[in-house]
């Protein structure tokens, strides 16, 4: 287990969101206010966390060929815990996100991670992975609701300041309201995948240009 390598895979070099490429749909319906990136953020992190736990601890004992029915029933035993909490402590975060926390249940992300790392690894190394995959798209949602909602409306801490109101930055009248609706989603997580890649690339092709500068 390397804690280092595994948090800088779920945060840049293998994040699930901007370079696997999974758990896209929630994350462009969702994005529209930093209380419900936060708030879906967290439940995947906690789902997938528990999640990586217990299928790395019956990893030995799932036949191989049920392994993803077995998946499913461990994720969706969270999901449902996950969501009926929500719905009675925190009742308008559950009604803002709607349908999209069962729908963890069939998130990529989840499933992906236990087929391709918890099956075959620890339960401590699990673990840390539910942790950084987590926090990896934590990270995408948050960046995604502050640049949709500043833009789209205006304000910032939608949700969660000002009466959920969210602070007013300037005048919604000169926002972009297209970034608050579906297409902004799919523009503004284009705009984050093309950072992503762009970033990861340029070492890439420095180490090119080197080489062939030496030739």
């Not at 528990?50 to 029933?73: D, E, G, H, M, T």
């Not at 815990?81 to 929500?86: A, G, S």
């Amino acid at each position: 287990m390397d804690f280092k390598r595994q948090l800088k895979e779920g945060l840049i070099t293998q994040n699930p969101v901007t370079v696997q490429l999974l758990g896209m749909c929630s994350t462009m319906a969702i994005t529209t206010s930093l209380f419900n990136g936060i708030g879906m953020g967290i439940s995947v992190l906690v789902i997938l966390t528990l999640s990586n736990i217990f299928i790395a601890a019956l990893r030995k004992v799932i036949p191989n060929k049920i392994r993803i029915a077995c998946f499913i029933v461990v994720i969706a035993t969270f999901v449902t815990v996950v969501d009926l909490i929500l719905k009675a402590y925190v009742q308008s975060l559950s009604e803002s996100l709607g349908v999209f926390i069962p729908l963890i249940v069939v998130n990529c992300i989840i499933l992906g991670r236990a087929e391709s790392f918890c099956y075959k690894n620890s339960v401590a190394a699990s673990a840390v992975d539910g942790v950084c995959q987590g926090l990896g798209y934590t990270v995408i949602l948050v960046i995604m609701c502050v640049v949709r909602e500043f833009l789209g409306n205006g304000t910032f801490g939608g949700g969660l300041l000002n009466g959920g109101n969210g602070i007013a930055l300037f005048p919604s009248e000169f926002a972009v309201a297209g970034l608050s609706r579906p297409v902004g989603g799919f523009l503004v997580l284009a705009c984050v995948i093309a950072a992503m890649q762009y970033f990861l690339n340029r070492p890439k092709k420095a180490e090119k240009k080197e080489e062939e500068v030496a030739k």
